[in-house]
Every structure is written in structure tokens, then in C-alpha cells.
T-cell receptor
Framework: EAQVTQNPRYLITVTGKKLTVTCSQNMNHEYMSWYRQDPGLGLRQIYYSMNVEVTDKGDVPEGYKVSRKEKRNFPLILESPSPNQTSLYFC???????????????FGEGSRLTVL | EDQVTQSPEALRLQEGESSSLNCSYTVSGLRGLFWYRQDPGKGPEFLFTLYSAGEEKEKERLKATLTKKESFLHITAPKPEDSATYLCAPVPNDYKLSFGAGTTVTVRA
């Protein structure tokens, strides 16, 4: 089954304790991306990757890191989490079209993170 | 800077009461538009991609249309299972995909 898998789905942590949210896709997609979703602010892009070792900032990258060492995986790293990073996080992937744009995005089920 | 605005923010409908949602954008060189549906606490689910002005696509009770400045998502004779938040996003020029804030639709039986 084609899917994007995120882990953990739920996490409560404390300020400053490094954490990683993993994302894996089984569709051989070139493009992967992370979003956070907050009430009233909608979905905001954190980072995206067009292929292995190619990443770039989205609209809200501060406080986050990513890496793309393998095509299927795109982990999101919070080196020193703060309470304002409490949010619902989504990973997504898609093929890149011949026109050089993203195709339809497939989203994971989300990871709800609380930073105390 | 590209901007995407969805209206209304919320829409409450009776079952069978058709309505439309709007997605307007200021995007230079629009390459297309995505529509997604999102259920509470879940990841968005792809509905449509529209690529050119005048294009229309349908799926069950949903029909999406596209002009040069805006897109509409028409819901015909909605059912309670159509309750969700509907999101739009222009197909990006530079891989940065920006979503509108969404329209939350509630359909009462």
C-alpha cells in the first residue's frame, strides 16, 4: 500500500530535549516536505527536498533541521525544542512532474508534538 | 509575494443544500491549483489538480473550476460525510507549496 509513515504520532517532551520525527515513503517520490499546522494559521511549510541531499527552507524553518540521505526518508529534527513548536506536524511526498513542479502530495497521518 | 485566500472561513449547510467555496490568489505565472480535503486530526487528502483557466474537474458531489484569478469548489447536494476542511494551494514555481487557510464545511443531516 502506498503510504507516508510518520513516527511518533504523539509526543510530549520538555524544552531543550532534542527530538527527531521520522518520515518514510514507499512510492519512490523525489519530493518530500514538512508542514506544521496551527489553529488559525493553516498549513505552513517548514522544509522541503527535491531529491537526495537537496533541501531548502520553506516559510517557517527557524528551529528545525532536516536531512535527506536516502530517497525514502526525510526526518525532521528539533535540536532544542521550545513551547512555540507545539503543533501538529505533517510530512508529505510527491513525484516531480516533467514541467518541474510538484505533483499531488501524499500526506502522512500527522505527528502531534507538545513541548512543555 | 504569492498570496492565497480562501472564503468563507466556515460554511454550515443542511444536507442537500448546494454551495460554493472560493480560493483566490495573487500568483505570478499560475501553473495550476490543487484542492485537498482534510478531516480533523488527519493528513490532507488530494482531490483535484486544475492546470488552466476554464478547466473543470468533478468527483462525486464536488466540482472544481479555475479562472485566471480564482478557483471555486462547488458542493452539490452535500451529505454529512462531505463535512471537512477544504484546502487549496497553487502549483508552485519553485517547490515552495503554500496552502490557503481552508474552508471548514459542516453538513447537518
Amino acid at each position: 500500500e502506498a503510504q507516508v509513515t510518520q513516527n511518533p504520532r504523539y509526543l510530549i517532551t520538555v524544552t531543550g530535549k532534542k527530538l527527531t520525527v521520522t518520515c518514510s515513503q514507499n512510492m519512490n517520490h523525489e519530493y518530500m516536505s514538512w508542514y506544521r499546522q496551527d489553529p488559525g494559521l493553516g498549513l505552513r511549510q517548514i522544509y522541503y527536498s527535491m531529491n537526495v541531499e537537496v533541501t531548502d527552507k520553506g516559510d517557517v524553518p527557524e528551529g528545525y533541521k532536516v536531512s535527506r540521505k536516502e530517497k525514502r526518508n526525510f526526518p525532521l529534527i528539533l535540536e532544542s525544542p521550545s513551547p512555540n513548536q507545539t503543533s501538529l506536524y505533517f510530512c508529505a511526498s510527491s513525484l516531480l512532474t516533467l514541467a518541474g513542479t510538484t505533483g499531488e502530495l501524499f500526506f502522512g497521518e500527522g505527528s502531534r508534538l507538545t513541548v512543555l | 509575494e504569492d498570496q492565497v485566500t480562501q472564503s468563507p472561513e466556515a460554511l454550515r449547510l443542511q444536507e442537500g443544500e448546494s454551495s460554493s467555496l472560493n480560493c483566490s490568489y495573487t500568483v505570478s505565472g499560475l501553473r495550476g491549483l490543487f484542492w485537498y480535503r482534510q478531516d480533523p486530526g488527519k493528513g490532507p487528502e488530494f482531490l483535484f489538480t486544475l492546470y488552466s483557466a476554464g478547466e473543470e474537474k468533478e468527483k462525486e458531489r464536488l466540482k472544481a473550476t479555475l479562472t485566471k484569478k480564482e478557483s471555486f469548489l462547488h458542493i452539490t447536494a452535500p451529505k454529512p460525510e462531505d463535512s471537512a476542511t477544504y484546502l487549496c494551494a497553487p502549483v508552485p514555481n519553485d517547490y515552495k507549496l503554500s496552502f490557503g487557510a481552508g474552508t471548514t464545511v459542516t453538513v447537518r443531516a
